[in-house]
């Protein structure tokens, strides 16, 4: 059965690189009738954290893509040491006692790149024994073949037929001086362990699977098939990075700026793969039907953003097409909490009706406080009196208008069709457009210009609400 893997290190928040490939594995995995395996990569103590750990989660729950079985390296040490064993007893393997760096390190000396330590490399079996029982520490390290002209090959279903000299790798740790796995090792022993059938990662660990097919030959497991995704990039053609772009690469920073996970993934699958048929919006399922590694670029993908602005105008474009095509139930329940957390106690009924009238005016999630504030506050934000007037009108004309409104609201229905009603006939008795009406209502009840369509909104806001807001313009009108 096909078997993919994400192996996440917590060393940090879970860069949207990061989640680019988990969405790639997840989604070739889902194509395909595999298993979806989330293995966290912790050997590496010294470098954990519990907040890394939990930003991961955080990020990988808040996708919403899940998957099917779940591992911590940290619990499979035995299974590493296993494989090491077995490598050095066939010889693929010795152990170097050089205290300066206790193996665990690769060097570069005088004479160029560090390969071997022939000192320890061609240590006898029984001095090694001797060493060993006698308590000094060592690394264990792969014995590269040195043979001319001997090549290391594998086929990436990327980047094509990949070959290396076994002159150009160095001898690789296997095991520190304190025992613990190296990455390699690690990495190796697991994906055997837990029958991974391909290895979808990013280009930067393209380099390193020259080694892990070397330790899968050495082991007598066979190797699980390669393919390696292009980088992200920022727009000055850097390496998408923690350490030089900040939060702009954290996938909690998009969820907390307001995007829909949906739209989300759709932004990432774009990023260096496409359905080729030109389609940007899908949804999950024509993302999972149209998904293939064939469809993936070799190039690297430039994720476009400002320093004043974090978000690539795409993934905001995306997500805009996302949040109008989301039901209204849906949708009000996600603005709903946004809305408590600013202070607005609303009820569901409230925030259902208001939905509908703002769903086309919003590219982010958390812009429901901008252009739906009115609805919820008691009291409506300055705005200048100069905005009463309708066009082609003056301060006269705008009084005349919100006093025949307020006459008209306090008898009309309230509901759509009859506030359209009602308020074009009071255009017709002042003799004015139906426009230079509804002008100086919509400042007034929403305290600017532009504003969700007027009678769903009046209707919302309901009689007592506009008429206190109308009786508050005509004041200020009459200050004038």
């Given at each position: 059965?096909?078997?993919?893997?994400?192996?996440?290190?917590?060393?940090?928040?879970?860069?949207?690189?990061?989640?680019?490939?988990?969405?790639?594995?997840?989604?070739?995995?889902?194509?395909?009738?595999?298993?979806?395996i989330l293995r966290i990569d912790d050997t590496d103590v010294e470098r954990n954290t519990e907040a890394s750990l939990t930003s991961i989660f955080e990020?990988?729950?808040?996708?919403?893509?899940?998957?099917?079985?779940?591992?911590?390296?940290?619990?499979?040490?035995?299974?590493?040491?296993?494989?090491?064993?077995?490598?050095?007893?066939?010889?693929?393997?010795?152990?170097?006692?050089?205290?300066?760096?206790?193996?665990?390190?690769?060097?570069?000396?005088?004479?160029?790149?560090?390969?071997?330590?022939?000192?320890?490399?061609?240590?006898?079996?029984?001095?090694?024994?001797?060493?060993?029982?006698?308590?000094?520490?060592?690394?264990?390290?792969?014995?590269?073949?040195?043979?001319?002209?001997?090549?290391?090959?594998?086929?990436?279903?990327?980047?094509?037929?990949?070959?290396?000299?076994?002159?150009?790798?160095?001898?690789?740790?296997?095991?520190?001086?304190?025992?613990?796995?190296?990455?390699?090792?690690?990495?190796?022993?697991?994906?055997?362990?837990?029958?991974?059938?391909?290895?979808?990662?990013?280009?930067?660990?393209?380099?390193?699977?020259?080694?892990?097919?070397?330790?899968?030959?050495?082991?007598?497991?066979?190797?699980?098939?390669?393919?390696?995704?292009?980088?992200?990039?920022?727009?000055?053609?850097?390496?998408?990075?923690?350490?030089?772009?900040?939060?702009?690469?954290?996938?909690?920073?998009?969820?907390?700026?307001?995007?829909?996970?949906?739209?989300?993934?759709?932004?990432?699958?774009?990023?260096?793969?496409?359905?080729?048929?030109?389609?940007?919006?899908?949804?999950?399922?024509?993302?999972?039907?149209?998904?293939?590694?064939?469809?993936?670029?070799?190039?690297?993908?430039?994720?476009?953003?400002?320093?004043?602005?974090?978000?690539?105008?795409?993934?905001?474009?995306?997500?805009?097409?996302?949040?109008?095509?989301?039901?209204?139930?849906?949708?009000?329940?996600?603005?709903?909490?946004?809305?408590?957390?600013?202070?607005?106690?609303?009820?569901?009924?409230?925030?259902?009706?208001?939905?509908?009238?703002?769903?086309?005016?919003?590219?982010?999630?958390?812009?429901?406080?901008?252009?739906?504030?009115?609805?919820?506050?008691?009291?409506?934000?300055?705005?200048?009196?100069?905005?009463?007037?309708?066009?082609?009108?003056?301060?006269?004309?705008?009084?005349?208008?919100?006093?025949?409104?307020?006459?008209?609201?306090?008898?009309?229905?309230?509901?759509?069709?009859?506030?359209?009603?009602?308020?074009?006939?009071?255009?017709?008795?002042?003799?004015?457009?139906?426009?230079?009406?509804?002008?100086?209502?919509?400042?007034?009840?929403?305290?600017?210009?532009?504003?969700?369509?007027?009678?769903?909104?009046?209707?919302?806001?309901?009689?007592?609400?506009?008429?206190?807001?109308?009786?508050?313009?005509?004041?200020?009108?009459?200050?004038?």
């Amino acid at each position: 059965m096909l078997r993919v893997r994400f192996a996440p290190s917590p060393t940090g928040f879970l860069h949207i690189g990061s989640a680019r490939t988990f969405i790639f594995n997840w989604l070739y995995a889902r194509h395909n009738g595999g298993v979806m395996i989330l293995r966290i990569d912790d050997t590496d103590v010294e470098r954990n954290t519990e907040a890394s750990l939990t930003s991961i989660f955080e990020g990988l729950r808040w996708l919403d893509l899940g998957w099917d079985e779940e591992y911590k390296q940290s619990e499979r040490l035995a299974q590493h040491r296993e494989m090491a064993e077995a490598i050095f007893q066939k010889g693929f393997a010795y152990r170097d006692f050089t205290p300066a760096q206790s193996g665990e390190t690769e060097r570069s000396g005088a004479q160029g790149t560090w390969l071997f330590n022939s000192e320890m490399r061609d240590l006898p079996a029984h001095e090694s024994d001797r060493r060993a029982a006698a308590g000094e520490p060592f690394a264990l390290r792969f014995r590269v073949p040195r043979d001319a002209g001997r090549q290391v090959r594998f086929a990436d279903a990327v980047y094509g037929p990949q070959s290396k000299s076994t002159a150009d790798i160095e001898d690789f740790a296997l095991l520190r001086s304190d025992g613990m796995p190296t990455y390699h090792l690690a990495s190796c022993a697991d994906d055997a362990g837990l029958r991974i059938s391909h290895v979808i990662r990013g280009q930067d660990h393209l380099t390193n699977t020259f080694k892990h097919v070397l330790i899968f030959e050495a082991a007598g497991v066979p190797a699980p098939q390669f393919a390696h995704l292009p980088l992200l990039v920022a727009p000055d053609g850097t390496k998408l990075s923690k350490r030089r772009h900040g939060q702009v690469v954290s996938v909690t920073t998009y969820r907390d700026a307001g995007f829909l996970p949906q739209a989300f993934v759709n932004f990432l699958c774009l990023l260096g793969w496409s359905p080729k048929d030109d389609r940007q919006q899908m949804t999950r399922q024509e993302i999972v039907d149209a998904f293939s590694l064939e469809g993936i670029n070799r190039a690297n993908t430039e994720v476009n953003f400002k320093e004043e602005d974090p978000f690539d105008p795409k993934a905001v474009w995306l997500n805009a097409e996302h949040i109008r095509a989301l039901p209204v139930e849906d949708l009000a329940e996600r603005l709903l909490p946004i809305v408590r957390a600013a202070g607005f106690p609303v009820d569901r009924p409230k925030m259902l009706a208001i939905t509908p009238l703002i769903r086309e005016r919003m590219k982010l999630l958390r812009d429901v406080l901008t252009v739906a504030d009115f609805f919820f506050a008691e009291e409506l934000p300055p705005y200048e009196t100069s905005e009463l007037i309708p066009k082609k009108g003056d301060p006269a004309l705008a009084l005349a208008v919100l006093q025949q409104a307020a006459q008209t609201l306090a008898a009309a229905e309230f509901s759509h069709d009859a506030l359209d009603a009602a308020l074009r006939s009071a255009a017709q008795s002042l003799g004015i457009k139906a426009g230079q009406m509804f002008e100086p209502v919509r400042v007034a009840v929403c305290g600017r210009k532009t504003a969700p369509p007027l009678f769903g909104t009046l209707e919302v806001l309901g009689r007592d609400t506009c008429l206190r807001r109308i009786d508050h313009a005509i004041a200020k009108l009459k200050e004038l």
